[in-house]
């Protein structure tokens, strides 16, 4: 980027130009993919190592590619066979990985502030993959690619965020991402999923798909994340999706070319109905993933050149 930072740890707080300046990076690196060709001069004696203390398919696997793709040498921490498991503090983990001198640290962690934490505990640039309920900065980012490549635009448009909003670090990056670049956001979710105060954000928030998604020309659905919820804050899978699960009939309300996404994993019939998430005309779940690999190596890239 431009970083003005060193570290890549939200949304909140970037710029316009900053954050224009990362998707026509990451533009670069669609192309580059799609030719098949990479880049490995860039991070040519660089490490980077994943550190994730919760599970991932997408993220952990799309930084791996990436940072492969731009010659890192790519090391994968899985936490359930470190010392992490032995009691160790994530500041001592902290300070192992600093003594051998990793240049890039991404990770994903339970607690909301635990990337923050580490990136003033180590000298390597810090990515946050997804932290608690807090932010999940590259799939905002990968999320505005989509759309607008998808879109032409990010300006002007009705993202309609519908789930459990309450629980979702993807929900709060897109609010930041979306809004800083002119979207108008909804918000749609149960009464018992919707965070009090979100308005504040700047987004609109509904409890009901049927007005929620009115005009709305993306619609971005959200996981269900029960390993978040220590009550039954939803009666039923089976209710839920009665109610706030897009199929054709609720995709009916919004406008009549809107596009759907979802960050993934999936739930199958509980936010999403097949026919809907595997539609080849709506659906941008499957571009999502592309684009992931895509933003992750521009993130890469313009965080390896250092704050300016
Ligand atoms: C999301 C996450 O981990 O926050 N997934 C992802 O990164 N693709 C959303 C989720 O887990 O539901």
Sequence with gaps: MYPRQKHLLAIAGLRPPEIGHLLDLAENYVLLNRSGKTQRDLLRGRTLINLFFEDSTRTRTSFELAGKRLGADVINMSVSTSSVNKGETLLDTAATLNAMQCDLLVVRHGQSGAPHLLAQKVEAAVINAGDGTHEHPTQGLLDALTIRRRCGRLEGLLVAICGDILHSRVARSNIHLLTTMGSRVRV????????????????????????????????????????????????????????????????????????????????RGVEIDSAVADDPLRSLIKEQVEMGVAVRMAVLDSLSRGPR
Excluded at 207 to 220: K, T
């Design 188 to 267: 749609i979710a149960p009464p018992t999923l919707m965070p009090s105060g979100i308005t504040a954000l700047g987004v609109e928030a509904y409890h009901s798909m049927r007005d929620g998604l009115r005009d709305a020309d993306i619609v971005m659905m959200l996981r269900l994340q029960k390993e978040r919820m220590n009550s039954g804050l939803v009666p039923s899978a089976r209710e839920y999706f009665r109610f706030f699960g897009l199929d054709s009939e609720k995709l009916a309300y919004a406008k009549p070319n809107a596009l759907v996404m979802h960050p993934g994993p999936m739930n």
